[in-house]
Nanobody, 115 residues
């Protein structure tokens, strides 16, 4: 069982930056995939960035070059550094841990980017 708690969301102007954190209740060192997803009302949740336990990263095209995912296995924390934010980045951001048996989700944190 893994509990995930996101933090760091908020309101920012377009062009600004935010850093999200996802603290896990247990070790993430062997969790194959840690990822950030986002969801807007009426739309499906979409993956934004993901990172394997060996450091491979993958990003959704609209955020490439602006978002950076990282993980600190010693602190059991995953981060999402977001720069040059755009109004279309406004969403609830969720942290996810994918294990061989299931996906664990955090409760989400709201990110709002004003134009």
């Amino acid at each position: 069982q893994v509990q995930l708690v996101e933090s760091g969301g908020g309101l920012v102007q377009a062009g600004g930056s935010l850093s999200l954190s996802c603290a896990a209740s247990s070790s993430i060192a062997l969790v194959p995939f840690m990822a950030w997803h986002r969801q807007t009302p009426g739309n499906q949740r979409e993956v934004v960035a993901e990172m394997t336990n060996i450091g491979t990263t993958n990003y959704r095209d609209p955020v490439k070059g602006r978002f950076t995912i990282s993980r600190d296995n010693d602190l059991n924390t995953v981060y999402l550094q977001m720069t040059n934010l755009k109004p279309e980045d406004t969403a609830v951001y969720y942290c996810a841990a994918t294990t061989p048996t299931r996906v664990y989700w955090g409760q989400g944190t709201q990110v709002t980017v004003s134009s």
